[in-house]
C-alpha cells in the first residue's frame, strides 16, 4: 500500500487507518490515568486513537489518552542491536553494512534498510549481563564525539571514519567494512566478525519534535519480544499488512499476525501525565550506611543501568538507595501521585527497603504513605495519593532487614496526575 497519503502526517500524530485486530492470548498489566492496574488482553487498536481489551471476560475501550501503558518491554542479547538516535532500538540480523546504511533482516519486519543518518551505533555483540548493556547503551547514546569508533572483540578500540572500500569486490561489503583514521587515510577492511560494536558520529541535527496534539499522543512506543523498541509517529494498516513510520526516511513493514504475535508493550506520549523524572529536583540527599555515596537515577537504577524490576524494563521512574530522600516542587498544579514500587533485579534475593512519601502543605511536611518492607525479586506493589493542595513532595527510601545491602529501589512509572 502507498504511504503518500501519509505525508502530512508523520510529524503530527499517531493514526491507524483501520482497526488492527490482535490475536494474543495473553494477559498483561495496563496502567491507565485514573485506575488501578489491572491485566488484559489487547484485541485490537482502534482508528480513533484507542485500544481495545478484554479484562475480566468483558470487552472495555481504553482512549490513548487515558493510557500510561500496555504490557511489558524485555530486551535480549542473542542478537545484534541497532541504537537509533532517537534512543530506540531495532535487533535483527546484519545482511549488510555500507557507510550509507544498513541492510537488517527482522523475524518481525523482514527485511529492509536503515539510513545511517538515523543510527547512533550497531552493537554485533551485546553484553551479557543486563547492567553491562545498559551502560554501554548509555555510553554510545551519550558520545558526542566527532569520529566514528569501532570497537573489537579483544577490547581495542579504533577512532577514524567508518568509509567505503575503494575497487572492493561486492562480496566484501556483506562481511566486511571501510575504516580510515589519521594515519591511515586510505580506507581498509575490517571483516564484521571481529567487531563488537560500530559506534557512529552523529551527522546532522535531530529534526524537531512535532507539537502535541490536543486529544491524541504526540508518538508512541513499542516493546516487541525480540528485544526491539521504538517511538513511531504513524501506524497504517489492512487487513494483512501494518506499517510503522518511524521517521520520514524509515518506515517498517510487518504481517499483521507477526506484528500482532510480537507486540507486548505500548506506551504513549501522555500530555495528562507528568512524570517526576522530568521535573527538576528541589533537593536530594544520601545517608550512607558507611561510606558510599548514591546519587540519584534519573530514569535508570541507581548503578546506571535501566529500571528492571520482575523482569521487566521500565522507561520512566527513579532509582534510588537506602537511605535517601528526593523532593520535587509540586505548587498546587496536580491531583494525584501514583508510582509502582519494588527493588531493581540487580538486588537480586537481596535488599530489603522501606519506601515512604511526605506532602507539604502550608509549609508542614507530614507522612501521606508507608509501604510494607520491600524485597529482591518481589513483585511491584501500586501506591496512589492524593497531592491536591501539595505545595513539594518527597520521596523517601529506608534501611529494612539488613543494612544497605543491594537496597537498589526503583519508583517505577512515577507520575503526576492533574
Same mark, same amino acid.
Given at each position: ?24 492470548? &495473553? ?19 482502534? #482508528?480513533?486513537?484507542? &485500544?481495545?481489551? *478484554?479484562?475480566?471476560? =468483558? ?43 544498513? $541492510? ?6 523482514? *527485511? ?27 555510553? &554510545? ?25 575503494? $575497487? ?6 556483506? /562481511? ?6 589519521? /594515519? ?51 501506524? *497504517?494498516?489492512?487487513?494483512? $499488512?501494518?506499517?510503522? #513510520? &518511524? ?7 510487518? =504481517?499483521?499476525? $507477526?506484528? /500482532? ?32 555515596? +548514591?546519587?540519584?537515577?534519573?530514569? *535508570? ?21 537506602? #537511605? ?24 537480586? /534475593? ?14 508542614? +511536611? ?17 501506591? =496512589? ?25 526503583? +519508583?517505577? =512509572? ?5
Amino acid at each position: 500500500m502507498s504511504l503518500a497519503p501519509m505525508a502530512g502526517l508523520f510529524a503530527t500524530a499517531f493514526i491507524v487507518c483501520s482497526d488492527l485486530a490482535v490475536s494474543a492470548t &495473553i494477559g498483561r498489566q495496563t496502567l491507565t490515568v485514573a485506575e488501578a492496574p489491572f491485566d488484559a488482553r489487547l484485541i485490537s487498536i482502534q #482508528a480513533d486513537h484507542s &485500544i481495545l481489551l *478484554e479484562h475480566d471476560g =468483558n470487552t472495555r475501550k481504553v482512549a490513548l489518552r487515558d493510557l500510561v501503558v500496555w504490557g511489558s518491554y524485555i530486551d535480549q542479547n542473542r542478537q545484534p542491536q541497532l541504537h537509533l538516535v532517537n534512543g530506540g532500538v531495532l535487533v535483527g540480523d546484519i545482511l549488510k553494512v555500507t557507510p550509507s546504511q544498513v $541492510t537488517v533482516y527482522s523475524r518481525i519486519f523482514s *527485511e529492509f534498510a536503515i539510513p545511517r543518518s538515523l543510527l547512533k551505533a550497531i552493537v554485533f555483540e551485546p553484553p551479557a549481563s543486563p547492567v553491562s548493556r545498559d551502560r554501554f547503551a548509555r555510553q &554510545i547514546l551519550s558520545n558526542a564525539a566527532d569520529h566514528d569508533e569501532a570497537q573489537f572483540t579483544n577490547g581495542d578500540v579504533l577512532r577514524g571514519a567508518f568509509a567505503a572500500l575503494p $575497487t572492493a569486490p561486492k562480496t566484501d561489503t556483506l /562481511n566486511r567494512i571501510g575504516f580510515q583514521t589519521r /594515519n591511515r587515510p586510505i580506507p581498509f577492511s575490517i571483516p564484521l566478525e571481529r567487531l563488537t560494536a560500530l559506534v557512529l558520529r552523529r551527522q546532522e541535527s535531530p529534526p524537531p519534535q512535532p507539537a502535541v496534539r490536543q486529544g491524541r499522543p504526540n508518538r508512541v512506543a513499542l516493546g516487541f519480544a525480540d528485544g526491539s523498541r521504538f517511538e513511531v509517529d504513524d501506524i *497504517e494498516a489492512n487487513q494483512q $499488512t501494518i506499517q510503522l #513510520a &518511524i521517521d520520514q526516511h524509515l518506515v517498517l513493514s510487518a =504481517n499483521l499476525k $507477526t506484528f /500482532n504475535n510480537e507486540l507486548t508493550q505500548i506506551q504513549p506520549q501522555n500530555p495528562r501525565l507528568t512524570f517526576l523524572s522530568d521535573l527538576t529536583p528541589a533537593s536530594y540527599k544520601h545517608i550512607p550506611f558507611l561510606q558510599r555515596v +548514591w546519587p540519584p537515577g534519573i530514569d *535508570e537504577n541507581v548503578l546506571g543501568g535501566r529500571l528492571r524490576t520482575a523482569g521487566t524494563i521500565y522507561a520512566k521512574g527513579i532509582g534510588m538507595h537506602s #537511605a535517601a530522600r528526593i523532593t520535587f516542587r509540586l505548587d498546587h498544579r496536580f491531583r494525584w501521585f501514583r508510582s509502582e514500587l519494588g527493588l531493581d533485579d540487580a538486588s537480586e /534475593n537481596r535488599g530489603s527497603v522501606v519506601f515512604r512519601v511526605f506532602l507539604q502543605r502550608d509549609g508542614a +511536611w507530614g507522612s501521606a504513605y508507608a509501604s510494607p518492607i520491600v524485597r529482591g525479586r518481589s513483585m511491584p506493589r501500586t501506591m =496512589n495519593i492524593n497531592v491536591m493542595q501539595a505545595d513539594a513532595i518527597a520521596l523517601i527510601v529506608e534501611f529494612a532487614d539488613r543494612g544497605d545491602e543491594r537496597d537498589y529501589a526503583n +519508583w517505577l =512509572n512515577a507520575r503526576l496526575v492533574k
